[in-house]
C-alpha cells in the first residue's frame, strides 16, 4: 500500500515562501512521476510541478520562476520549494506520485497567501 504523507503548508504573507515536502513509503517503482497539484476553493485541481525519476521536470505556467521541484529518491521524498507567493497561491497543494498508469494523492496540505 502507498501512503503519501506532506508537511510543510501554512500562512505567509505575500512575497515570501514556503517549503513543501511529501513523503512515499510503500512499494514503489523506480521509474515514476512525483510532484504537486493544488486546488483552491471552487476550481478545478490543476498541476503545480512534476518531476520524473529522470529528472525531467514540468511547470505551469503560474510557478515558472517562482517554484522549484525536487525529489530525493533515497528518501522517496519530492519537495517543492515556493517563492514570491501570491495571494491566488492559496489553495490546498496535494502531492502526486503515479507510476504503472496508477495515481496516488496524499491528503493534501493548506497553503494561504495573505495580502
Known amino acids: 500500500q502507498v501512503q503519501l504523507v506532506e508537511s510543510g503548508g501554512g500562512l505567509v504573507q505575500a512575497g515570501g515562501s514556503l517549503r513543501l515536502s511529501c513523503a512515499a513509503s510503500?512499494?514503489?517503482?523506480?521509474?515514476?512521476?512525483m510532484g504537486w497539484y493544488r486546488q483552491a476553493p471552487g476550481k478545478q485541481r490543476e498541476l503545480v510541478a512534476t518531476m520524473t525519476n529522470f529528472g525531467g521536470t514540468n511547470y505551469a505556467d503560474f510557478g515558472k520562476g517562482r517554484f522549484t521541484i525536487s525529489r530525493d529518491d533515497a528518501k522517496n521524498t519530492v519537495y517543492l520549494q515556493m517563492s514570491s507567493l501570491k495571494p491566488e497561491d492559496t489553495a490546498v497543494y496535494y502531492c502526486y506520485l503515479g507510476f504503472d498508469s496508477r495515481p496516488y494523492w496524499g491528503q493534501g496540505t493548506q497553503v494561504t497567501v495573505s495580502s
Open positions: 510503500g512499494s514503489i517503482a523506480s521509474i515514476n512521476t
